[in-house]
């Protein structure tokens, strides 16, 4: 007697699989997007008010912890 194997698992679907990738597809455009907001919001309030190269620091940083904030919120969700 033979035995047959078991049959392989079907993939999941199309669907299956970007739902599940769905919430994290974005963190990088917005990690990026805080980052350089943060920089041009800064880099303005440099150019009105002559105070080089501090609001330029203070926005980056700004928006790092601001993209970091987002990214652990999604990726810690439950």
Partial sequence: MSER???KPSAPSWGEVVRSVGPYMDLGLTF?????GGA??????????????????TGACLGILAGFYHFLSVVLRK
């Fill in 32 to 36: 990026v997007g805080m980052i350089g």
């Fill in 40 to 57: 041009l919001g800064g880099y303005w309030l440099d150019t009105r008010f002559a105070t080089s190269p501090w609001w330029l620091l």
């Fill in 5 to 7: 194997p078991d049959p």
